[in-house]
């Protein structure tokens, strides 16, 4: 199994900007749905960006406007572009992989983590005040 591996977390004042990576091949040539979740501690990892392979983008209200997924298919890289970065924002961030289609409210869902089966081992974002 193809391994999902995320690089670019690290410890940024608030109001910062901070660009996650995510080296995603075959999923991408496979045309999966490709995501970013985050976790804290104690709770369910929360989707935060969502892309179709037609190029379709899904954001929760919490992120909608300051957080960007993008893909990149020569360096079969997926992005995720965070500005304006909140205390909130800290968290474990973790790419991941499903095949076939998503539709944009199901991957809004609480319990949208247990749709994808493909994880990556997570990189750690940490907002200060």
């Known amino acids: 199994q193809a391994q999902l591996v995320e690089s670019g977390g690290g410890s940024v004042q608030a109001g910062g900007s901070l660009r996650l990576s995510c080296q995603a091949s075959p999923y991408i040539d496979l045309n999966y749905y490709m995501a970013w979740f985050r976790q804290v501690p104690g709770k369910e990892r929360e989707g935060v960006a969502g892309r179709a392979s037609d190029g379709a983008s899904t954001y929760p209200d919490s992120v909608k406007g300051r957080f960007s997924i993008s893909l990149d298919n020569v360096k079969k890289t997926l992005y995720l572009q965070m500005n304006n970065l909140k205390p909130d924002d800290t968290a474990a961030y973790y790419c991941?992989?499903?095949?076939?289609?998503?539709?944009?409210?199901?991957?809004?869902?609480?319990?949208?983590?247990?749709?994808?089966?493909?994880w990556g081992q997570g990189t750690q974002v940490t907002v200060l005040a």
């Open positions: 991941a992989a499903r095949p076939g289609r998503l539709r944009s409210p199901d991957f809004l869902l609480p319990s949208s983590s247990r749709l994808f089966g493909r």
